[in-house]
């Protein structure tokens, strides 16, 4: 019997967990069972790995220990880190300033502050979706107690000047948070180099466990704390702490961050021979973002005359899994804010789809998704009245 084939390239959605990370994890969903905060041996077995993670992770990123908070994963980091943020310093100010291209986790915080009062900024960007320091120095005011630039874009790719921009919010005394989600185990990530106040990091998107990921908060720097109820990350997040996937992320981090040149280098070139194929022997076809500050895995195109969700199914219905940045992955049937912030008109953005990298990917599974992705795209033009419309046939159906 034929088997399915399967290709995945959607990397930046979710990635799969290493085998290694997995057998890592094993013993403490087991033997090694207790609950971390139990004073008994069983708790402290626990509370040892816990520990362990945290120093582990700590050390990867160029923290101390104390400066690592473990959360559910990306969205409670960004959550906390601003609206615990907005909150610890709302007496001082509530104007707060974000990137136009942040994560929904991002976005949908900023919309509740505003709600409570607070005002919010939200950054334009280039057409390659970078955010101008020269921007953020205009936004800063008195008020403004806290900026947020995601890193990396989860969309396009684009790798923002963290470092600069840090630094023109902390001249205006504000705080400065960064949401490095898609970044780590893709590119190099020091929370001293970037000289950021906050960071927030989550383990599936670097071969590790989903539910697990943390906020990096700098020494001296207080948001309210997030969750109550127990005595858990020095009290500033309750709730039985998640051993075994705070092994397992931490595992995932350390093989990333091991093998990350090695393994940048190979699904850059993955992307680099899809990009290439792609813009030779398609037409139409518009490359979304930096060519040059990107991440390594991440390839966004629009298509145009096409829909992006026709060709998302089309290319799932041959085995190929990518991603789209509106309706099916939003459940809305507005194109992606990020390709609107960067100037890309609303039906172009609707053609646009997705595809990231990983290192278990081959030069096979790129040519394959190249050539059905040449069929799709030309039987779907053929059915597409937008198309018909620009090549000044008569579409009737
Ligand atoms: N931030 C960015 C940039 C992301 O890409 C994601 C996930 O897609 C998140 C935050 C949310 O992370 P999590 O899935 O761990 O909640």
Redesign the pocket.
């Known amino acids: 019997m034929n088997k399915k084939k399967k290709i995945y390239l959607d990397h930046?959605?979710t990635t799969p967990l290493d085998k290694e990370v997995l057998e890592t994890m094993l013993p403490y969903f087991t033997d090694t069972f207790g609950n971390a905060n139990s004073i008994h041996a069983f708790g402290s077995e626990a509370a040892l790995a816990v520990d362990t993670a945290r120093r582990k992770i700590a050390e990867l990123l160029g923290a101390k220990p104390t400066e690592i908070y473990f959360t559910s994963?990306?969205?409670?980091a960004?959550n906390w880190a601003i609206k615990g943020t907005a909150c610890a310093k709302k007496d001082k100010g509530k104007h707060i300033i974000v990137s136009g291209i942040e994560?929904a986790?991002m976005m949908a915080s900023c919309g509740q502050l505003e709600k409570q009062g607070f005002e919010v900024t939200y950054l334009p960007v280039s057409a390659a979706a970078l955010v101008s320091p020269d921007d953020l120095k205009a936004a800063l005011r008195d008020d403004t107690v806290l900026v947020s630039v995601?890193l990396a874009?989860?969309e396009v790719g684009t790798i923002q000047p963290i470092k600069e921009l840090a630094q023109i919010a902390h001249a205006r005394g504000a705080l400065f948070h960064t949401?490095a989600?898609?970044a780590v185990g893709s590119i190099p990530v020091n929370v001293n180099e970037l000289g950021v106040d906050m960071l927030?990091l989550?383990a599936?998107?670097f071969y590790g466990p989903k539910g697990v990921?943390a906020l990096y908060i700098k020494s001296g720097v207080k948001p309210e704390k997030f969750m109550i109820g127990g005595h858990q990350e020095r009290t500033m997040r309750g709730g039985t702490t998640n051993v075994p996937c705070v092994v397992g992320m931490a595992k995932a981090m350390e093989l990333a961050i091991m093998n990350l040149k090695k393994n940048a280098a190979y699904v850059a070139s993955l992307r680099d021979r899809f990009v290439a194929r792609v813009e030779k022997e398609i037409p139409f076809v518009h490359y979304n973002g930096d060519r040059v500050h990107r991440l390594p895995q991440n390839a966004n195109f629009s298509f145009e005359f096409i829909e992006g969700e026709s060709l998302l199914l089309n290319l799932d219905l041959v085995g190929i899994a990518c991603s789209s940045g509106s309706a099916c992955s939003s459940g809305s049937l507005d194109p992606s804010h990020v390709l609107l912030a960067m100037g890309i008109p609303h039906a172009v953005a609707h053609g646009s789809i997705r595809f990231t990298f990983g290192k278990d990917n081959t030069q096979e599974d790129v040519d394959y998704t190249v050539d059905k992705l040449k069929e799709i795209v030309e039987k779907l033009r053929v059915i597409s009245p937008l198309f018909a419309e620009f090549k000044g046939g008569v579409h009737n159906v």
């Open positions: 930046s959605a994963g990306g969205t409670e960004d994560h986790a995601m874009n989860n949401d989600v898609q927030s989550s599936h998107k990921g």
